[in-house]
């Protein structure tokens, strides 16, 4: 079983910048992938960023160019930066594991409790 702990949440104004972590527990960290995902009150659950075992990385258009998403297979972490925040950034950032890189929710086995991030503007 996998346990993922976040942190790095929190408020920053429009244009500012936050850097999420996830640290994972398990055996096989390094050949999972990794994903973040963001919810906003009464919307379902949306792609972010993944990163797959051989680190190739994925992107959601609204985050292109503004996010970078990390492994550390070392240190069991996975990142995201997030830089040039806008308040519709605003909502709860999950981390999630699963077996291949994927957009899709059900695609991940475990998943973190969620950090807040809330931008203003």
């Known amino acids: 079983q996998v346990q993922l702990v976040e942190s790095g949440g929190g408020l920053v104004q429009a244009g500012g910048s936050l850097r999420l972590s996830c640290t994972a527990s398990?055996?096989?960290?390094?050949?999972?992938?990794m994903g973040w995902f963001l919810q906003a009150p009464g919307k379902e659950r949306e792609f972010v960023a993944a990163?797959?075992?051989?680190?190739?990385?994925y992107y959601a258009d609204s985050v292109k160019g503004r996010f970078t998403i990390s492994r550390d297979n070392a240190k069991k972490t996975v990142y995201l930066q997030m830089n040039s925040l806008k308040p519709e950034d605003t909502a709860v950032y999950y981390c999630?594991?699963?077996?291949?890189?994927?957009?899709?929710?059900?695609?991940?086995?475990?998943w973190g409790q969620g950090t807040q991030v809330t931008v203003s503007s």
């Open positions: 999630a594991a699963g077996g291949r890189v994927s957009w899709a929710i059900d695609e991940y086995d475990y």
């Open positions: 398990g055996r096989s960290f390094s050949s999972s992938a």
């Open positions: 990163i797959a075992w051989n680190d190739n990385t």
